[in-house]
T-cell receptor, first 109, second 116 residues
């Protein structure tokens, strides 16, 4: 069946460090891919998306590239801030949204 | 633009009691979703409505969960009777069209349910 696997957290970084959160998917066809973010006490927000192979989604300094050959959609940011502390979900859209288990990011000053 | 509204934010009940959650989607959004998010897991789709019709309820435990969207706008999700394993955050989301069309889903803040 369809599934999304992302790295377990928590990921703990110092401010201005480089961030990578790995995500791979298993799905029939070519799903659209998303990263959602959940800040403490808030609902899920769409962070970025890519709808076809080699597309790069970007927002707020975060980027992710749709890699069909490796079925991956890794999230990256060059310099994290304390305000980026949140839970990040990798999501594949087949005929419904399939969520990964989430990765908690903690950024310390 | 007002977001997806959910109430209550928190609910604590004893097992075997009943509970209901309410969701008001973004105005004009035809599709409404209910998700269950158990602690440490990603959200799992319970039911999807397109206007007032059910599109997908394959993962809804129908022996105890029910949902309706009678007028194609707001929706209620009910659990009766509740079990300990129902402790979770219940998220409502809405989108302009169906997810097949890659319409982004907008989420409410959720209702955190605790079963004692």
């Amino acid at each position: 069946g369809n599934s999304v696997t992302q790295m377990e957290g928590p990921v703990t970084l110092s401010e201005e460090a480089f961030l990578t959160i790995n995500c791979t998917y298993t799905a029939t066809g070519y799903p659209s891919l998303f990263w959602y973010v959940q800040y403490p006490g808030e609902g899920l927000q769409l962070l970025l998306k890519a709808t076809k192979a080699d597309d790069k989604g970007s927002n707020k300094g975060f980027e992710a590239t749709y890699r069909k050959e490796t079925t991956s959609f890794h999230l990256e940011k060059g310099s994290v801030q304390v305000s980026d502390s949140a839970v990040y979900f990798c999501v594949a859209n087949t005929d419904k949204l399939i969520f990964g288990t989430g990765t908690r990011l903690q950024v310390f000053p | 633009e007002a977001g997806v509204a959910q109430s209550p934010r928190y609910k604590i009940i004893e097992k075997r009691q009943s509970v209901a959650f309410w969701c008001n989607p973004i105005s004009g959004h035809a599709t409404l979703y209910w998700y269950q998010q158990i602690l440490g897991q990603g959200p799992k789709l319970l039911i999807q409505f397109q206007n007032n019709g059910v599109v997908d309820d394959s993962q809804l435990p129908k022996d105890r969960f029910s949902a309706e969207r009678l007028k194609g706008v707001d929706s209620t999700l009910k659990i009766q009777p509740a079990k300990l394993e129902d402790s979770a955050v219940y998220l409502c989301a809405s989108s302009l069209g169906s997810s097949i069309g890659n319409q982004p889903q907008h989420f409410g803040d959720g209702t955190r349910l605790s079963i004692l």
